[in-house]
């Protein structure tokens, strides 16, 4: 029988000084989980999507030859979940949400996102249900975090 040790890593807005811990999920999402670790270290702008309610993202080129499958899912996800969500180029064309005005066919991007507080419905007008993969959850400053979330415009 193999022993893993549980994995974790660091999460940080390096503008507002604040960051937090968050444990890889490996018994619930292998493959996201090993994509994202195997991509480390991984630095960008980080985006509020209000929209969506509690959500802190950061968009990324694809950093694996397959997109994962979706593994544990949600639709709801919760304080503290970190979240994997693929996109299509032409899927993040449209205004009214804030992405890219210009359509990009043939592109994929990578959203990785933070949710920070609690009643979060991932279910977008133009497309509908938007499940995300739960790949992990913070463990530690989620507090501090969710201050610096709210104040992130």
Request: hydrophobic share 40%; glycine share 8%.
């Amino acid at each position: 029988m193999e022993c893993m040790t549980d994995r974790h890593i660091q999460i940080s807005l390096v503008k507002r000084e604040v960051h937090c811990t968050a444990k890889l999920l490996d018994d619930r999402a292998p493959l996201t989980c090993a994509a994202v670790w195997d991509a480390l270290p991984l630095s960008g702008d980080v985006y509020h999507a209000k929209y969506a309610r509690n959500e802190i993202y950061a968009l990324f080129p694809p950093f694996t030859t397959s997109e994962p499958p979706l593994e544990n899912p949600t639709v709801t996800p919760i304080p503290g979940d970190l979240c994997y969500f693929s996109f299509s180029g032409t899927q993040l064309g449209t205004q009214s949400y804030g992405y890219d005005r210009e359509v990009h066919p043939g592109t994929t991007v990578v959203d990785l996102a933070l949710f920070y507080e609690r009643n979060n419905l991932l279910l977008n007008g133009d497309v509908g249900w938007v499940p995300g993969i739960v790949w992990g959850q913070v463990v530690e400053g989620l507090e501090a975090m969710a201050e610096a979330c709210a104040d992130l415009w």
